[in-house]
């Protein structure tokens, strides 16, 4: 029997092959085709020879750009429309470097070119959105993996460790109906002792379950058992690998384990910062967990083949985890920002997540507090007892107050930066979509470049630059 495995890969390269054809033949047509005088232009070189470098060129750039996006059959169409737009610019952005390098004559028209851009994204994007709704109909939404699935009785020890240990599982689905409860602890706690990525199908754990952290594993619809053990590195910085709600649901289910830890989100800005300081670095490492809160990691942990790998922004997991936490189970405080931000953020909380418990906030000084001042904010925090202490004073700060705090401070730390004015509404987060194709900082920039431009231009070359020189030199990121 042949192997299909490879097929949607192959079709989805013709797609786009097809699709840059198409966008050139009717780009002359726009252009040319009511001027019978000059229908000689539909065979110009300069126009065969961008198509062809353009299908040359496709190769490179699918394998190296597109292939290392999730399959379009898992993206949702948003998704789909920012890989395929950013990979006809970088397409594009190749052609036209190559015709300058070699000197190949760009005597051509600026409306074909252009409509020659548009139409390929496009047409691009309708032939795939075709074919992805052909598949999914066909064969389903997700690629085959092996699942090993267990049912009541579960098999225990030696037994268990055997039928999961020995590497011809990637998952494991543990059926969950009727169980009881202390079974289904038993068993969660020996599969996330061996570190297999372990998922419940959905039951359960008197937890309500959000379509952020459905996953479709072997036909059912399941909900992650906990965030796994193992990390993906990128400056030596350790980033987990999680969704979303499956790290909300991983603190919930931990809450009194973290107490005195903290948590943090790192982006490519912190990144940088771990990178060229060490001693910061060791700060995000020491954290439970770093989340990769900006997408480029989140991309460079899919593209190692990593399964589940998401980004985890801060603003996302505060608004996930209030959510889950409406009926009061748990509890925050919120320690940074201005009086005024907190002031608004407490009036938004309660008008939105009805229920929610606030023990507390303090906008403490701008400015390096005394150790008397540092003992009675520890004693006023500890004081509150919430399970969840918010710390919003921007990085690198929040990190280091969080380690500095760490074990002084009852319950968990999570830095959650900007945060505080996203949920405040005295900053205005960049609408979904914008979310989704990875320009939320072109979004913020705009909104304030003066304080910005530096940030977010200087640090993201930096963060290429250096992803490039540890390529070169063999380093894993």
């Not at 300069?46 to 190769?59: D, G, P």
């Not at 996330?192 to 379950?209: K, M």
């Not at 036909?219 to 906990?226: L, R």
Request: with cysteine; charged share 25%; hydrophobic share 40%.
């Amino acid at each position: 029997m042949k192997n299909r495995s490879n097929y949607p890969i192959i079709r989805v390269f013709i797609i786009d092959e097809i699709a840059i054809v198409m966008a050139m033949a009717i780009a002359l047509l726009i252009r040319y085709g009511r001027d019978v005088g000059h229908s000689f232009l539909y065979f110009n070189g300069v126009y065969v020879s961008v198509v062809v470098t353009m299908c040359v060129f496709h190769v490179i750039v699918y394998l190296l750009y597109d292939n290392g996006k999730p399959s379009i059959f898992v993206q949702d169409p948003v998704e789909n429309f920012a890989t395929v737009f950013k990979s006809r610019f970088i397409l594009v952005t190749l052609a036209f470097v190559y015709h300058y390098a070699v000197r190949i004559s760009t005597d051509s028209s600026r409306t074909v070119m252009a409509s020659f851009y548009v139409l390929s994204v496009i047409i691009g994007y309708a032939l795939r959105m075709l074919y992805r709704r052909h598949h999914i109909r066909k064969y389903g939404a997700r690629e085959a993996r092996k699942v090993l699935k267990l049912e009541y009785p579960y098999p225990e020890g030696e037994e268990l460790k055997r039928q999961i240990s020995d590497g011809q599982y990637d998952e494991v689905l543990i059926m969950t109906r009727g169980v009881p409860e202390d079974s289904l602890e038993k068993i969660l706690k020996e599969t996330e002792a061996v570190g297999i990525r372990t998922f419940c199908s959905i039951s359960a754990l008197d937890y309500t379950v959000k379509p952020g952290i459905i996953t479709d594993v072997s036909g059912y619809s399941t909900i992650p058992a906990f965030i796994r053990k193992e990390k993906f590195s990128v400056f030596g910085i350790n980033y987990s690998i999680s969704k979303t709600e499956e790290a909300v649901f991983h603190v919930i289910r931990h809450i009194k384990e973290l107490s005195g830890k903290y948590i943090c989100f790192s982006n490519v800005h912190t990144s940088v910062m771990g990178r060229e300081n060490k001693e910061y670095a060791d700060v995000l490492n020491g954290a439970a967990y770093v989340f990769p809160d900006g997408n480029p990691i989140a991309f460079l942990q899919r593209k190692s083949g990593i399964l589940g790998a998401h980004r985890v922004a801060g603003p996302d997991f505060m608004e996930h985890m209030f959510r889950a936490s409406k009926k009061g189970q748990i509890t925050h405080f919120f320690y940074g920002a201005k009086q005024e931000t907190l002031d608004a953020l407490k009036t938004s909380l309660e008008a939105k997540y009805p229920g929610i418990i606030i023990k507390g906030m303090y906008s403490p000084p701008f400015r390096e507090l005394t150790p008397e001042e540092d003992q009675k904010d520890i004693e006023m925090i500890n004081a509150a007892d919430a399970d969840i202490v918010w710390i919003g004073l921007g990085a690198p700060k929040q990190e280091k107050w969080m380690k500095a705090h760490e074990g002084k401070i009852h319950g968990v730390m999570m830095g959650v930066g900007a945060g505080f004015d996203f949920h405040a509404g005295t900053i205005k987060r960049a609408p979904v979509w914008i979310q989704k194709i990875g320009f939320e900082w072109l979004y913020r920039l705009l909104q304030d470049p003066k304080r910005l431009i530096s940030r977010y231009f200087v640090t993201n070359i930096k963060f290429l630059w250096y992803l490039t020189i540890d390529y070169l030199f063999g380093k894993r990121v």
